[in-house]
């Protein structure tokens, strides 16, 4: 009988390994004390984001100018140079009073202008910026419109004084701003990159204080019904979803891939220096304890917000960890227990018993075949043994028929002979004397 080969039999080794495996994926009582220090860690972490870095003290603009384009450092190196005065200066874009009342409205305003002015844009003021700064314009969205960006020229308050500030005179295009700004290139190379840097300087002093600069990108947004960008951003900076709240995402999430590498490191160390286990094993082994203590302590922030949200719901989607958020998720989708084991083991589980369902069916067809080749070669056997039988009778019928010829008597008595083997023991002829005297 054949040998019966078992379809989808590469899966079913598969299920019985990961069955193996999971016997040293188990998570011991030292395993567990490393996912509890882990998750603690990354608990401590949330706190201190919370308290030290979302929650910090936020500077006020003379505070932050102060520390950032005034300080010893940036003087000397900056205030000596072609354009250190302009480049420590007031900037165009933050021009609030027109220059005279004949100019239209803006509706700008001091505590509007972070939001309404693109170059205050992180992200979009890369390029609004020192082309406002060079041409000497602004650049502002009006909320009348779905789209529509306005560019001024702007004015020093004082011609006698270079840190007077400016105010905003006639309208212009961005396009004659931009060709303007290439023109000074043109004529002086230097005035760009001093530009660049007169931009990243106010960007720095902006960036910390009360009022903050807008989310990146965000400038940009369409205004539907009443739904205008400047009442959505005003929101957003109201409540310090700003510039800085996005970098200290950033900063959660590399703080607890931090804490996750070096995790990673001692639980190797101290668990599997000396151990046979192969490292396949242990990265998964070492992958699912950060996993379980990530979302342990992920778990845990998300109830915590959760709870506070039903007091102050602005407040606790800003304090909520982010980044730790974006790092657990991570190491889930790394993790193979997560990969393997929760996402593709429905699968391969009925890849292996539709398998097996039809294996049985097979085995059935398989086994009636054989029983019927079986049935047919017994059938012939027993046909052969009959005329063997047949045959037999015969030859002992005419070897003691004395009725007919001796020739014939003796031909059937010689092959009756053969059948019962006896020339096997009659191989001579005092054998042969024997065997008829006996």
């Known amino acids: 009988m054949s040998e019966l080969n078992l379809p989808h039999g590469e899966d079913v080794k598969k299920l019985v390994k990961r069955v193996n495996d999971s016997q040293e994926l188990e998570l011991t009582r030292k395993d567990l004390d490393f996912v509890a220090l882990i998750a603690g860690l990354q608990i401590l972490r949330q706190y201190l984001s919370r308290k030290k870095i ?42 609030i009073a027109r220059s005279s009342t004949k100019i239209t409205k803006t509706g700008l ?7 309404k002015t693109l170059a205050h844009d992180p992200l979009v003021g890369l390029l609004v910026g020192p082309i406002n700064l060079m041409s000497e314009t602004i650049t ?3 909320e009348d419109a779905l789209i529509s960006l306005k560019t001024s020229n702007v004015v020093p308050t004082d011609y006698g004084r270079a840190d007077s500030g400016y105010q905003i005179g006639e309208p212009t295009t961005f396009t004659t701003a931009t060709a303007t700004s290439i023109e000074y290139v043109k004529n002086d190379a230097m005035i760009l990159p001093a530009a ?42 109201e409540n310090h979803f700003d510039a800085m709240w996005i970098a200290n995402i950033g900063v959660q999430y590399g703080l607890a891939e931090f804490i996750n590498t070096i995790s990673s490191i001692i639980y190797r160390f101290l668990r599997y220096r000396n151990s046979p286990v192969s490292a396949e094993i242990v990265k998964r082994k070492t992958d699912k304890v950060i996993a379980v203590a990530n979302g342990i302590s992920t778990s845990q922030d998300l109830i915590r917000s959760l709870m506070k949200a039903q007091f102050d719901l602005p407040n606790a989607i800003r304090e909520l960890d982010f980044g730790g958020l974006i790092a657990t998720i991570k190491r889930l989708i790394q993790s193979d227990e997560f990969k393997d084991d929760i996402k593709n083991i429905d699968k391969i589980w009925n890849q292996v018993v539709f398998g097996m369902t039809h294996s049985v069916e097979d085995l059935e067809i398989q086994l009636q075949t054989q029983l019927r080749y079986i049935d047919s070669k017994y ?45 096997n023991y009659l191989s001579s002829k005092e054998d042969i004397y024997n065997f008829f005297n006996n």
Do not use: C
């Not at 305003?109 to 939001?115: D, L, Q």
């Not at 990243?200 to 369409?222: E, F, Y």
């Open 109 to 115: 305003s001091g505590m509007n202008h972070r939001y």
């Open 379 to 423: 059938s012939q056997i027993m046909k052969e043994m009959l005329k063997e039988y047949e045959v037999y009778a015969n030859l002992q019928e005419n070897a003691t028929n004395w009725n007919q010829s001796a020739k014939s008597q003796f031909e059937s008595s010689v092959e009756f002979a053969k059948l019962n083997n006896v020339t």
């Open 54 to 95: 979302l929650n910090m003290r936020r500077l006020n603009d003379q505070e932050s100018a102060n520390l950032v384009k005034h300080n010893s450092v940036v003087e000397n190196v900056i205030k000596n140079k072609n354009y250190g005065e302009w480049i420590l200066g007031p900037t165009s874009y933050d021009a």
């Open 196 to 237: 660049v840097v007169k931009h990243l300087l106010h960007l720095a002093s902006d960036v910390g204080t009360q009022q903050g600069l807008p989310i990146p990108g965000l400038s940009l947004l369409p205004n539907i019904g009443e739904v205008t960008s400047a009442s959505v951003n005003s929101w957003l900076l």
């Open 140 to 142: 502002f969205s009006d």
